[in-house]
Nanobody
Framework: QVQLLESGGGLVQAGGSLRLSCVASGSIFSINAMAWFRQTPGKQREMVAT???????NYADSVKGRFAISRDNAKNTAFLQMNSLKPEDTAVYYC??????????????WGQGTQVTVSS
């Protein structure tokens, strides 16, 4: 089994910054893509940023130039640096990872989510 644990959420004023972390643990052989999604009540979960094992990144248009995703493969960790935060960035942020287990099975996993609230 694999677990993803997010941290770093909180309350920040508009224009401020937060850094989210996601640590994967368990029966991990390797981690392929990692990503951050977010969701607000009544809306579908949306992709915020993705990063491949090699470090290629992709961002939602709404966060380009403000957010940066990175990862530390040695520590099975992904990060989301969020700058110039806006009230519309308020959401629960979820970490997602595609993991090859020690049994060489490929599955995707979600973290439990971390709340980010941006006040105006």
């Amino acid at each position: 089994q694999v677990q993803l644990l997010e941290s770093g959420g909180g309350l920040v004023q508009a224009g401020g910054s937060l850094r989210l972390s996601c640590v994967a643990s368990g029966s991990i052989f390797s981690i392929n893509a990692m990503a951050w999604f977010r969701q607000t009540p009544g809306k579908q979960r949306e992709m915020v940023a993705t990063i491949t094992k090699a470090g290629s990144t992709n961002y939602a248009d709404s966060v380009k130039g403000r957010f940066a995703i990175s990862r530390d493969n040695a520590k099975n960790t992904a990060f989301l640096q969020m700058n110039s935060l806006k009230p519309e960035d308020t959401a629960v942020y979820y970490c997602h990872a595609v993991v090859k287990s020690t049994e060489r099975r490929l599955n995707d996993y979600w973290g439990q989510g971390t709340q980010v609230t941006v006040s105006s």
